[in-house]
């Protein structure tokens, strides 16, 4: 069994810098996911500008889903 607990945490002031930020950090979460083969992405908005990036055995692989808290 493989550990696996990535989250990124993003936050920022400006939209344009949000999509950038939550797109690497998608990228980055793929390439850690491919390894697995086990665990999807999860996207977390916890309030305005804030938002996690985390690998969610609750999602399934190659899936990427929303949350708003």
């Given at each position: 069994?493989?550990?696996?607990?990535?989250?990124?945490?993003?936050?920022?002031?400006?939209?344009q810098v949000l999509d950038e930020?939550?797109?690497?950090?998608?990228?980055?979460?793929?390439?850690?996911?491919?390894?697995?083969?086990?665990?999807?992405?999860?996207?977390?908005?916890?309030?305005?500008?804030?938002?996690?990036?985390?690998?969610?055995?609750?999602?399934?692989?190659?899936?990427?889903?929303?949350?708003i808290h």
């Open positions: 069994m493989t550990a696996v607990a990535e989250c990124i945490e993003i936050q920022v002031d400006s939209r930020r939550l797109d690497d950090a998608v990228r980055g979460l793929q390439r850690i996911a491919m390894a697995t083969g086990t665990h999807g992405i999860l996207i977390t908005r916890h309030k305005p500008g804030h938002y996690t990036a985390a690998l969610s055995e609750q999602v399934p692989f190659g899936v990427t889903r929303e949350l």
